[in-house]
């Protein structure tokens, strides 16, 4: 059974407390530094345009020091960052691999950034990227916070749990995340140099994190948790390995297959997992039963997300560009050539990514794959709480009717009946109605006049579901005994329930 990597032994580790103290004393946090950039500046910024941001920081005396070499990726008179840097010693922080010296003058050897996704401020050391500077990325180059993490930060459920599992871990972040929602972290990597800057990120933080290095789940085998995230290195595409970041070694989605397969072993009864994957479009395959396909037969309650399906010579190019190669150039042509080979030999037509939620539970798998390809209101982590719980009254509705029957729902205060009329030959005539959710993923429902007024007579005072039916058979003139009406009523409570426009009380 492997031990966890103890906190002691990197250099760098171990300036961490000095390092924080710097930080603080400086403002280097996220309100500070879009307070002192300014709006223009802070947009130039994730723009990678370094002059704005070079300007503004000219007048920010030690804060703007940190803003140069952290953000922008300048060099600084030794003294001044002594200055920025106190009560952390410059030449310990050169020994430690944070700077790199030449001359007088010092520059950033590390990516050193703030980050607040609710929970406060979080610093989170990784490699240097190539967003102010062209740098070419190593195999063993460990990512910053990027937008598939930033993804994933958003979209994780953060109602207190026990134990957590960061399934490849990288530069640390959603270890770091968990800590403020587990009582125990524990995370995973392949890569020694990002448990390296994990374990240095959760020091700066000061944070408890285990940290095992190792394949996939093998450091972790034979445990559970109530709580696994994961963002893997789920490219799709050959089975090679050039950056640990992304690249899993394994043809076409196995990455994703190998995680959404595995995790449900790895949770706790009644544990969640928050996954991002990515899953192959195939020619003649629907992409649901794909993704359903690796998940076991039993134990599992599944909602996955598809927010984004890429043509395969977009995303090829995309993460081309992320490597930093220039897609112009001979080498970078000739693997876009073998990656676009590897597609038309699989009949990849697109590449689906999304969120995968989990949930251990006792029973069948269920699983209900989506697309949500239009804008929604973060955080959807905590939809995703909500989604399990609504399921779980949905099961055990099925298993006994008569409890939605005798139920009594109340409609979400965020849900809204639209009407949608167009010119017609007699004016204007109703074409569209839908009940339409303005919070959370925005979920729409196209309604007739009939499900319009079983909605309408829903009240958390009021009848239950069987009354309000036989209401509104008498009022349209229906058969209140009538099977499929009683059916109809039915699916169409637990499709609104299932999304979150109407609960039940």
Request: negative net charge; charged residues 25%.
């Given at each position: 059974?492997?031990?966890?990597?103890?906190?002691?032994?990197s250099?760098?580790?171990?300036?961490?407390?000095?390092?924080?103290?710097?930080l603080?004393?400086?403002?280097?946090?996220?309100?500070?530094?879009?307070?002192?950039?300014?709006?223009?500046?802070?947009?130039?910024?994730?723009?990678?345009?370094?002059?704005p941001?070079?300007?503004?920081?000219?007048?920010?005396?030690?804060?703007?020091?940190?803003?140069?070499?952290?953000?922008?990726?300048?060099?600084?008179?030794?003294?001044?960052?002594?200055?920025?840097?106190?009560?952390?010693?410059?030449?310990?922080?050169?020994?430690?691999?944070?700077?790199?010296?030449?001359?007088?003058?010092?520059?950033?050897?590390l990516?050193l950034?703030?980050?607040?996704?609710?929970?406060g401020?979080?610093?989170?050391?990784?490699?240097?990227d190539?967003?102010?500077r062209?740098?070419?990325?190593?195999?063993?180059?460990?990512?910053?916070?990027?937008?598939?993490?930033?993804?994933?930060?958003r979209?994780?459920?953060?109602?207190?749990?026990?134990?957590?599992?960061?399934?490849?871990?990288?530069?640390?972040?959603?270890?770091?995340?968990?800590?403020?929602?587990?009582?125990?972290?524990?995370?995973?990597d392949?890569?020694?140099?990002?448990?390296?800057?994990a374990?240095?990120t959760?020091?700066l933080?000061?944070?408890?994190i285990?940290?095992?290095?190792?394949?996939?789940?093998?450091?972790?085998?034979?445990?559970?948790?109530?709580?696994?995230?994961?963002?893997?290195?789920?490219v799709?595409?050959?089975?090679?390995?050039e950056?640990?970041?992304?690249?899993?070694g394994?043809?076409?989605?196995?990455?994703?297959?190998?995680?959404?397969?595995?995790?449900?072993?790895?949770?706790?009864?009644?544990?969640?997992a928050?996954?991002?994957?990515?899953?192959?479009?195939?020619?003649?395959?629907?992409?649901?039963?794909?993704?359903?396909?690796?998940?076991p037969?039993?134990g599992?309650?599944?909602?996955?997300?598809?927010?984004?399906?890429?043509?395969?010579?977009?995303?090829?190019?995309?993460?081309?560009?992320?490597?930093g190669?220039?897609?112009?150039?001979?080498?970078?042509?000739?693997?876009?050539?073998?990656?676009?080979?590897a597609?038309?030999?699989?009949?990849?037509?697109?590449i689906?990514?999304?969120?995968?939620?989990?949930?251990?539970?006792?029973?069948?798998?269920?699983?209900?794959?989506?697309?949500?390809?239009?804008?929604?209101?973060d955080?959807?982590?905590?939809?995703?709480?909500?989604?399990?719980?609504?399921s779980a009254?949905?099961?055990?509705?099925?298993?006994?009717?008569?409890?939605?029957?005798?139920?009594?729902?109340?409609v979400?205060?965020a849900?809204?009946?639209?009407?949608?009329?167009?010119?017609g030959?007699?004016?204007w005539?109703?074409?569209?109605a839908r009940?339409h959710?303005?919070?959370g993923?925005?979920?729409?429902?196209?309604?007739?006049?009939?499900?319009?007024s079983?909605?309408?007579?829903?009240?958390?005072?009021?009848?239950?579901?069987?009354?309000v039916?036989?209401?509104?058979?008498?009022?349209?003139?229906?058969?209140?005994?009538?099977?499929?009406?009683?059916?109809?009523?039915?699916?169409?409570?637990?499709?609104?329930?299932?999304?979150?426009?109407?609960?039940?009380?």
């Amino acid at each position: 059974m492997p031990t966890p990597r103890t906190t002691t032994a990197s250099p760098l580790t171990a300036l961490c407390p000095d390092l924080r103290t710097a930080l603080t004393r400086v403002g280097y946090d996220a309100d500070t530094l879009l307070e002192v950039l300014g709006d223009q500046a802070h947009a130039a910024l994730g723009r990678q345009e370094p002059v704005p941001v070079r300007r503004a920081a000219r007048a920010a005396g030690d804060l703007g020091t940190l803003i140069l070499l952290f953000l922008v990726g300048d060099d600084v008179a030794d003294r001044d960052a002594a200055s920025a840097f106190a009560p952390l010693e410059v030449d310990r922080a050169v020994a430690a691999g944070l700077l790199t010296r030449s001359g007088d003058r010092v520059r950033a050897a590390l990516d050193l950034r703030p980050l607040d996704v609710g929970a406060g401020t979080r610093w989170v050391l990784s490699d240097l990227d190539d967003s102010m500077r062209r740098r070419t990325l190593t195999e063993d180059h460990v990512l910053g916070v990027g937008h598939a993490s930033l993804s994933l930060l958003r979209a994780t459920p953060t109602r207190p749990v026990g134990s957590v599992l960061d399934l490849g871990t990288g530069c640390g972040v959603q270890a770091v995340h968990a800590g403020s929602y587990g009582r125990s972290v524990t995370a995973t990597d392949v890569n020694p140099r990002a448990l390296w800057l994990a374990e240095a990120t959760a020091a700066l933080n000061e944070l408890d994190i285990d940290f095992l290095e190792g394949s996939w789940f093998d450091p972790v085998a034979g445990r559970r948790f109530d709580q696994v995230v994961a963002n893997p290195p789920f490219v799709v595409g050959p089975a090679r390995v050039e950056h640990t970041y992304r690249d899993s070694g394994l043809a076409l989605d196995g990455a994703s297959e190998l995680v959404l397969s595995r995790a449900p072993e790895f949770l706790a009864p009644g544990g969640t997992a928050a996954l991002l994957a990515a899953w192959a479009h195939v020619e003649g395959q629907d992409w649901r039963q794909r993704v359903s396909s690796w998940l076991p037969a039993e134990g599992v309650d599944a909602w996955v997300v598809q927010r984004d399906v890429a043509d395969p010579a977009l995303y090829v190019g995309t993460w081309l560009r992320d490597a930093g190669l220039d897609p112009r150039e001979a080498g970078a042509q000739e693997r876009a050539e073998r990656w676009l080979d590897a597609f038309e030999a699989a009949d990849v037509a697109g590449i689906g990514f999304g969120f995968v939620y989990l949930r251990a539970i006792d029973g069948p798998t269920e699983v209900l794959a989506e697309d949500l390809a239009h804008g929604f209101e973060d955080p959807l982590g905590a939809e995703a709480s909500d989604y399990f719980e609504r399921s779980a009254w949905l099961r055990a509705v099925a298993r006994d009717p008569d409890l939605a029957w005798s139920a009594r729902f109340a409609v979400d205060p965020a849900t809204a009946l639209e009407r949608i009329y167009l010119s017609g030959e007699h004016g204007w005539e109703q074409r569209v109605a839908r009940l339409h959710r303005g919070d959370g993923p925005r979920w729409q429902h196209e309604v007739d006049d009939v499900t319009a007024s079983l909605v309408a007579g829903m009240r958390a005072d009021g009848p239950p579901l069987h009354e309000v039916v036989e209401l509104l058979a008498l009022a349209h003139g229906y058969d209140a005994d009538d099977p499929e009406l009683a059916a109809d009523s039915l699916s169409v409570v637990t499709g609104l329930v299932r999304h979150g426009l109407i609960r039940p009380v």
